[in-house]
């Protein structure tokens, strides 16, 4: 089983909402993925969590604030969004050690800015 | 950083024939090269892979090929079928030491449309 569940598949929020992003796997993967994908664009990596601990944060703003509570389950906490924050939000996980390549995408949440 | 340019940008095929897709990548430590196929409104699907220490890799109508010299890969897909009409992303890796996953690059997508 290579299955990544993202919830919700689509939110709408405006710019002072909070809102949060959840993703889970329970392939004993320990390295967890954020990425971001506008339209018709590859996804480009936003942070990478390997032992619950944050590993990579490709500097991304801090109104996204991610979150490992542990090492099935990813969060990405948001506030205070823009309209160009809007794009498609992909969890993946892989495992954390080298000679494990492979990354598994979950389905993403569809991000819409208000 | 890693550079990864993938071409062409799109593609359009008849049912029954070859498709092609290639990449090239810029550093020469890169060890993995996986390709992904993403249908509309999905998450990327892993759909087979390389590594830096194998020529070419096939699964049923799938290759790819890698030329480490070159710095450059392919995907070949056969006999093509209306059902593999998506976007195709090749992507390159290389671990950093320690325990820090694998951070992909991605080429920038081909659009690939079989026509029945």
């Known amino acids: 089983d290579t299955e990544v569940t993202q919830t919700p598949k689509h939110l709408v929020m405006g710019m002072t909402n909070k809102k949060s992003l959840k993703c889970e796997q329970h392939?004993?993967?320990?390295?967890m993925y954020w990425y971001k994908q506008k339209a018709k664009k590859p996804p480009e990596l936003m942070f990478v969590?390997?032992?619950?601990?944050?590993?990579i944060n490709e500097s991304v703003p801090s109104r996204f604030s991610p979150e490992c509570p542990n090492s099935s389950l990813l969060n990405l906490h948001l506030h205070a969004l823009q309209p160009e924050d809007s794009a498609l939000y992909l969890c993946?996980?892989?495992?954390?050690?080298?000679?494990?390549?492979?990354?598994?995408f979950g389905p993403g949440t569809r991000l819409t800015v208000t | 950083g890693e550079n990864v340019e993938q071409h062409p940008s799109t593609l359009s095929v008849q049912e029954g024939d070859s498709a092609v897709i290639k990449c090239t990548y810029s550093?020469?430590?890169?060890?993995?090269f996986p390709w992904y196929k993403q249908e509309l409104g999905k998450g990327p699907q892993l759909i087979i892979d390389?590594?830096?220490?194998?020529g070419e890799k096939k699964d049923q109508r799938i290759a790819v090929t890698l030329n480490k010299t070159a710095k450059h890969f392919s995907l070949h897909i056969t006999e093509t079928q209306p059902e593999d009409s998506a976007v195709y992303f090749c992507?390159?890796?290389?671990?950093?030491?320690?325990?820090?996953?694998?951070?992909?690059?991605f080429g920038g997508g081909t659009r690939l449309m079989v026509k029945p």
């Open positions: 993946a996980s892989s495992q954390a050690f080298r000679g494990s390549y492979e990354q598994y």
């Open positions: 392939m004993g993967h320990r390295a």
């Open positions: 969590y390997s032992y619950e601990k944050l590993s």
């Open positions: 550093d020469s430590a890169s060890n993995y």
């Open positions: 390389i590594r830096s220490n194998v």
């Open positions: 992507a390159a890796s290389n671990f950093r030491p320690g325990n820090a996953g694998n951070m992909l690059t």
